[in-house]
């Protein structure tokens, strides 16, 4: 029987470690679809237009703007026989400059920076269930006649998923799309990680304490360690979660002040009870 029980616990384990690769390695596959994903907005059935690619390459939460690259490119009847703009172009997006992309005919097209406003009504503050949106239009110009535009945006930037979502209202040739940006799969379950272990390291500690306590047993220096190394080691693990949420977030009434409260609690409740103990049994002892 003790041996049908060592063999049910072995293959126990080696089921929940499968199945905690499993759904680790799903996760990895869902944040690997939303940078890998290739949004297209606009009709891509119109021989002659211009291809705009938009690379999403830094998200900057704390002062809510997108970087991203531009890159046209010309199709059909208005390219030449090298792909490049048969005439003059000039691109023009919803960047925080006013200033549009120009382009000779003939000329190698270089990618060109754009810096984008996000709104939203979301906060780094929210931090990790921060939401933000931003509006991405771009149209282009063929020497004075407008052009239709399709828009190909990705992101690369780990940190965050997107979701864009074609404009109802299109002004002239003009495309445009609103992108609701939101952490990424990996950025949200580390920072829920993170969260749930604070959470369990102060249970750990209050624990202790109230074992210490309970036994009057005085001045347990273990346990003391333990609870003053957990006291200053959630302060690099709060700090190592990805984004760097600024102090006073969710994650920190949520998890971090709740957590640090306790565990400083514990402490102090234990060294200063298990003093007066100690103090106690040596005039006894006299």
């Known amino acids: 029987m003790s041996r049908f029980r060592k063999t049910f616990a072995a293959l126990a384990a080696v089921v929940a470690v499968v199945v905690a690769m499993v759904i680790s390695l799903t996760l990895y596959q869902v944040q690997k679809d939303h940078g890998q994903t290739m949004h297209l907005i606009g009709d891509v059935d119109v021989a002659d237009r211009v291809d705009v690619e938009v ?4 998200i900057d939460a704390a002062v809510q703007e997108l970087t991203v690259q531009v890159v046209p490119s010309p199709h059909g009847a ?11 172009a000039t691109i023009y997006t919803s960047g925080m400059k006013p200033d549009p992309i120009k ?13 984008i406003a996000m709104g939203g009504g979301g906060m780094i503050t929210d931090y990790p ?5 931003a509006h991405i239009d771009v149209a282009a110009d063929i020497g004075d006649k407008s052009v239709p535009v399709v828009i190909n945006l990705y992101s690369l930037d780990a940190f965050f998923k997107i979701v864009p979502k074609v404009d109802d209202e299109q002004h002239g040739a003009a495309v445009g799309t609103t992108v609701t940006v939101a952490r990424s799969t990996a950025s949200l379950t580390f920072a829920l990680f993170v969260i749930a272990l604070m959470l369990g390291l102060a249970l750990a500690a209050a624990t202790a304490a109230f074992y210490v306590l309970a036994g009057r047993r005085g001045l347990i220096w273990p346990a003391n360690t333990l609870m003053a190394a957990v006291l200053f080691a959630m302060i690099p693990l709060r700090n190592a979660v990805p984004g760097a949420p600024p102090i006073g977030s969710i994650i920190d009434f949520g998890s971090f002040f709740i957590a640090e409260t306790v565990v400083a609690l ?3 409740c234990t060294v200063l009870v298990g003093y007066r103990h100690e ?3 040596e005039r006894g002892e006299a």
């Open 279 to 281: 103090i106690g049994k």
């Open 55 to 58: 690379a999403i390459i830094r």
């Open 103 to 115: 382009v000779k005919a003939g000329d190698l097209v270089s990618a060109s920076e754009v810096r």
């Open 129 to 133: 269930f921060d939401k933000y949106s």
């Open 78 to 88: 208005l390219a030449d026989e090298f792909g490049r703009f048969r005439t003059d």
């Open 266 to 268: 514990s402490l102090i």
